[in-house]
């Protein structure tokens, strides 16, 4: 599938990088952590069997105080690797996505 992707986009190259945005406004944390922790894991595990070597950026945006707090206390239940791979954004993650990803490509 990454071929014909690449193809489709004229690149020579492989796609190496993938770029995951999470956005929990308007959820509560009882709602969404154990959702979080759920793809975070699945996403880790696809990643290292199907795609090793591939570079994961996930960003959670919308993030708001009490999860911040609860996620600095349970993220060394994850995969290390996996950790420094994930940036909490809070209502201002316009900024910061729009260096990587193309203004007209974010919701």
């Given amino acids: 599938m990454l071929s014909k992707l690449n193809k489709e986009m004229g690149n020579t190259g492989l796609i190496?990088?993938?770029?995951?945005?999470i956005d929990i406004a308007n959820v509560s944390i009882s709602n969404c952590y154990g959702p979080i922790v759920n793809i975070l894991n699945e996403i880790s595990n696809i990643?290292?069997?199907?795609?090793?070597?591939?570079?994961?950026?996930?960003?959670?945006?919308?993030?708001?105080?009490?999860?911040?707090?609860?996620w600095d206390l349970l993220k060394y239940?994850?995969?290390?690797?996996?950790?420094?791979?994930?940036?909490?954004?809070?209502?201002?993650?316009?900024?910061?996505?729009s260096?990587?990803?193309?203004?007209?490509?974010l919701p």
């Fill in 99 to 105: 260096t990587i990803i193309d203004k007209d490509n």
């Fill in 47 to 70: 990643s290292a069997e199907y795609y090793p070597g591939n570079t994961v950026e996930i960003y959670i945006i919308n993030v708001y105080y009490l999860f911040k707090k609860t």
């Fill in 77 to 97: 239940s994850f995969n290390p690797t996996m950790i420094k791979y994930i940036t909490m954004l809070d209502s201002t993650y316009m900024d910061t996505l």
């Fill in 16 to 21: 190496n990088k993938s770029v995951i945005i």
